[in-house]
């Protein structure tokens, strides 16, 4: 903070370069493998894991893979060690450890992990990956509308409240019509609709953003589950039992192995989410549209001097998160359950937000830390029926923990767009 | 924005507007706008604007309203009729519910409802106050379950595993309650000063930690769990933890009251007659200037968070041993947590500002729950009001707007900051 006050000295200037090398991620890296190491192949649990891998549809079959556990454990812990050491060795040759090494390595733990809770078991991966996409499916939604509205610079936490919104009135419209298509448009309108809110109360009446989320989650949780217990449960055949998207699958693509019923024997709305991680990855970092969100969200003085409109920006970007989240909301009635029940998402949303802090602000890294959540949630309860050394309440905590982890910067460095939460007024 | 005398050094250069000057135009309509145009009335607009969208969501899923209105234009009296005996009935029955039931034949049993009400405020109130304090210092606790489900679970185990003398095991309980919801808030406090990270996001996250953490803990034999039970429930407080009633078996009023009386004393002096208190403030309104002044910004994060998570563990305590004292499972904090936020948004983070919200929100509890037994309305309306409350106190303008209260007169307050100490400068 200190700034020299000297007389300019006769010495040449010599440039220094800048240290950015970050330790974080080889270090943490090199931890968990050497918890690995330790736990699945040290004290490794005798016996073997089966995987089932085929489901009867495929164009060929695979017969299920059987891996002796601890062998299994060591192999897996010396790998992770590996990319460990790799990543090290990009960061002492001032390289950035890419996006990949952490995958690849998050992805071996996880394989490695079910090794060992498998243990003497079966686990069906096709069966535990499906049911993985689609509890991500809202997440990554809402994670979507977080990463738009947050990036233009406005704090979403009224994700949950989006979803909720979306799920109950999807039930109500797609019953009261019988078509799930009117549901879902009626859903994104709710979306919006909550959205309006928040960007009315944030931008206009620069009512703090934190607050109008918090309170928008309890005023939505409030009037569907009004609404519900008063006009929904009168009469149930009428107005809250949606037709739900029917499965459809992709001709060819459907029948690969583990992939094909995972991904391209979906509903018409996780079709939709491929599509819409696409559009906003793309949108967001190559087009007009993603320049000027970015510059809002990261300077919006600079970004109102060269003639943006900060908060026409803002508003509108907020309202297609609302879309957004609205339109995964309905995923809860029409792509899964069917009816609605009263605060059916559960928290949701704030697994979203979760998603959206722990892939730093970027649309593909949200979507891979709403499936890595959705995983998490999902492996929990095959675990349960499996019956896991671990409690299924760690397991439920994970996403959490590992959002504090990287929110905190102990896992490389998570950092909010500049003017995240900060209204702009012009003078 | 504070209600104190600080004296301050830099006094003089509040700009001195001459008495005879403020009181131009007449001492009386001056006042008469400063009661308009000030928070008071904020408030109270603000309650009654969201009791109007309360009544009118009450009167649209009304069936009889809904029938009346198919036949509006031949008999339009019919459909007024039937809204006033809806919403009417309604909010008669949630006065009845929180304050004095008429029904009733003597006062004694009548005024039981106005002693609902407090029970119901006791940890709303504590855990508003653990918000409030959370605010002034610039901190968003939002993690007020998870706080409260810590408080919850360590008084609850000295409650029922242990055995102490009357009065010493009570307060061993409280102790561990506050102790536990005080370091579990410090952890976001701790992680604020450490690291930086908003504390926004980690009390949200730790909210879900806390959940799944007491709740394993509760599914758990040896833990939390009742011997010889496979629900995740623990077994009742003992006696000698419980907190005494304070007016005999006929009312619900338990200690508990009195104890959150003397923590909204605690908080008012704090916040407006201790120097901790003054940083903490000073901290809330410019960490910077903080900074500069030689205060340890990062310290006071997470003193703040220690003292507001003792307030909400606290308000676990009161649940535990006030209102669920049969043992408690995973759903212990009923929501409190999160309507602590807006008791201390509607009290404007002020001690006793705290201390009539969370009374005013616990009418609502307990007036909720008879309007749903007599009437028929879900208690969510009661979220739906809450929740409009707080958004319009957040909003002036737009109640302003809506109600065309006049602008508060910045002359006038002007010399109100002046009173407070506060070195407002104003040009002109």
Same mark, same amino acid.
């Given at each position: 903070m200190s700034v020299a006050s000297h007389t300019p000295s006769a010495a040449p200037i010599t440039f220094e370069k800048a240290e950015l090398r970050s330790w974080k991620i080889p270090i943490a890296l090199g931890v968990l493998a050497a918890l690995a190491l330790v736990v699945f192949g040290v004290f490794g649990r005798p016996g073997e894991s089966r995987f089932r891998i085929s489901t009867g549809n495929d164009f060929f079959q695979i017969p299920d893979a059987v891996l002796p556990t601890i062998a299994a454990g060591w192999v897996f812990g010396v790998l992770l060690l590996a990319l460990a050491a790799y990543a090290w060795w990009l960061v002492h040759s001032h390289r950035k450890v890419s996006l990949w090494v952490t995958i690849a390595f998050a992805g071996i733990f996880l394989f490695a992990f079910l090794t060992w809770v498998s243990a003497g078991e079966l686990i069906p991966l096709p069966g535990l990956l499906i049911g993985a996409v689609g509890l991500s499916v809202p997440l990554i939604f809402g994670a979507m509308s977080g990463v738009i509205s947050e990036r233009s610079g406005v704090i979403n936490i009224a994700i949950e409240g989006?979803?909720?919104?979306?799920?109950?009135?999807?039930?109500?419209?797609?019953?009261?019509?019988?078509?799930?298509?009117?549901?879902?448009?009626?859903?994104?309108?709710?979306?919006?609709?909550?959205?309006?809110?928040?960007?009315?109360?944030?931008?206009?009446?620069?009512?703090?953003?934190?607050?109008?989320?918090?309170?928008?989650?309890?005023?939505?949780?409030?009037?569907?589950?009004?609404?519900?217990?008063?006009?929904?449960?009168?009469?149930?055949?009428?107005?809250?039992?949606?037709?739900?998207?029917?499965?459809?699958?992709?001709?060819v693509l459907e029948q690969i192995p583990v992939i094909g019923p995972v991904l391209f024997n979906q509903t018409i709305i996780v079709y939709v989410m491929y599509v819409t991680v696409a559009l906003v990855a793309f949108a967001l970092y190559r087009t007009r549209w993603g320049l000027r969100t970015r510059a809002v969200g990261e300077h919006p003085t600079a970004a109102d001097t060269v003639g943006i409109k900060v908060n026409l920006t803002r508003f509108i970007n907020v309202s297609i998160g609302g879309a957004i989240a609205g339109f995964?909301?309905?995923?809860?009635?029409?792509?899964?359950?069917?009816?609605?029940?009263?605060?059916?998402?559960?928290?949701?949303?704030?697994?979203?937000?979760?998603?959206?802090?722990?892939?730093?602000?970027?649309?593909?890294?949200?979507?891979?830390?709403?499936?890595?959540?959705?995983?998490?949630?999902?492996?929990?309860?095959?675990?349960?029926?499996?019956?896991?050394?671990?409690?299924?309440?760690?397991?439920?905590?994970?996403?959490?923990?590992?959002?504090?982890?990287?929110?905190?910067?102990?896992v490389g460095q998570s950092r909010a767009p500049a003017a995240d939460g900060k209204p702009y007024v012009k003078f | 924005m504070s209600d104190t005398k600080q004296p301050q050094p830099g006094d003089e250069l509040v700009a001195t507007v001459p008495e005879d000057e403020l009181q131009q135009p007449s001492r009386w309509s001056n006042a008469l706008k400063e009661i308009l145009g000030g928070s008071v009335m904020l408030s109270v607009a603000s309650v009654l604007l969201a009791l109007v969208i309360g009544g009118v969501l009450i009167a649209m899923t009304d069936p009889k309203v809904q029938a009346a209105s198919a036949y509006f234009f031949n008999q339009p009296f019919d459909t007024f009729a039937a809204i006033w005996d809806s919403v009417s009935g309604a909010y008669w029955a949630l006065f009845q519910g929180s304050i004095y039931n008429f029904r009733r034949p003597d006062f004694a049993t009548g005024i039981r409802p106005l002693f609902e009400t407090l029970n119901f405020a006791t940890p709303l109130i504590a855990a508003g106050l653990g918000v409030a304090l959370g605010f002034r210092a610039g901190m968003f606790n939002i993690g007020g379950r998870g706080q409260m489900l810590f408080g919850a679970a360590a008084a609850g185990w000295v409650g029922f595993a242990f055995d102490f003398p009357v009065g010493i095991h009570l307060a061993l309980a409280l102790l561990a309650g506050i102790s536990a919801g005080a370091l579990w808030a410090a952890v976001a406090g701790y992680l604020k000063a450490k690291t930086g990270a908003n504390e926004v996001i980690t009390t949200i996250m730790l909210n879900y930690v806390a959940y799944y953490f007491v709740y394993w803990m509760l599914s758990t034999p040896g833990l939390l769990q009742a011997p010889g039970s496979n629900n995740?429930?623990?077994?009742?407080?003992?006696?000698?933890?419980?907190?005494?009633?304070? #007016?005999?078996? %006929?009312? $619900? @009023?338990?200690?508990? +009251?009195?104890? /959150?009386?003397?923590?909204?004393?605690?908080?008012?002096? #704090?916040?407006? %007659?201790? $120097? @901790?208190?003054?940083? +903490?403030?000073? /901290?809330?309104?410019?960490?910077?200037?903080?900074?500069?002044?030689?205060?340890?910004?990062?310290?006071?994060?997470?003193?703040?968070?220690?003292?507001?998570?003792?307030?909400?563990?606290?308000?676990?305590?009161?649940?535990?041993?006030?209102?669920?004292?049969?043992?408690?499972?995973?759903?212990?904090?009923?929501?409190?947590?999160?309507?602590?936020i807006t008791v201390a948004l509607l009290g404007r983070s002020r001690a006793w500002g705290v201390f009539a919200a969370g009374i005013l929100f616990g009418a609502f509890k307990a007036g909720g729950f008879a309007m749903q037994v007599s009437q028929g309305i879900p208690i969510d309306i009661v979220l739906v009001v809450q929740s409009m409350i707080v958004l319009f106190i957040a909003a002036p303008p737009l109640v302003r707007a809506i109600f065309r209260l006049p602008k508060p007169n910045p002359l006038a307050l002007a010399k109100n900051e002046k009173l407070n100490g506060k070195k407002a400068v104003v040009t002109k």
């Open positions: 989006q979803l909720l919104g979306g799920a109950f009135v999807s039930a109500m419209v797609a019953t009261l019509t019988g078509s799930p298509w009117v549901g879902l448009l009626a859903a994104m309108v709710a979306g919006v609709l909550v959205s309006f809110v928040l960007a009315a109360f944030a931008i206009k009446y620069l009512v703090d953003q934190i607050i109008v989320g918090v309170v928008l989650n309890v005023l939505v949780t409030g009037l569907t589950g009004f609404l519900y217990s008063k006009v929904m449960t009168a009469d149930p055949s009428r107005l809250n039992s949606p037709p739900r998207f029917e499965r459809i699958g992709i001709p995964g909301g309905a995923y809860f009635t029409l792509g899964s359950v069917g009816a609605f029940t009263k605060e059916m998402t559960a928290g949701a949303g704030f697994i979203a937000l979760a998603a959206v802090i722990f892939g730093r602000w970027d649309p593909i890294r949200a979507m891979l830390a709403g499936l890595l959540f959705g995983f998490a949630t999902n492996l929990q309860s095959v675990l349960g029926i499996i019956g896991s050394p671990v409690p299924s309440q760690f397991m439920l905590m994970l996403p959490y923990v590992v959002t504090i982890f990287a929110v905190a910067g102990l | 995740p429930k623990t077994p009742a407080m003992k006696e000698t933890a419980v907190l005494p009633l304070l #007016l005999g078996e %006929r009312y $619900s @009023l338990h200690l508990g +009251f009195v104890l /959150v009386i003397a923590a909204t004393i605690f908080v008012w002096w #704090l916040l407006n %007659r201790s $120097s @901790l208190g003054f940083k +903490f403030r000073a /901290v809330g309104e410019n960490p910077h200037a903080a900074k500069v002044a030689g205060i340890n910004v990062n310290r006071m994060y997470i003193y703040v968070m220690l003292i507001a998570g003792a307030l909400v563990g606290m308000a676990g305590v009161f649940q535990v041993l006030g209102t669920v004292t049969t043992g408690f499972s995973a759903g212990i904090d009923a929501g409190i947590g999160f309507d602590a």
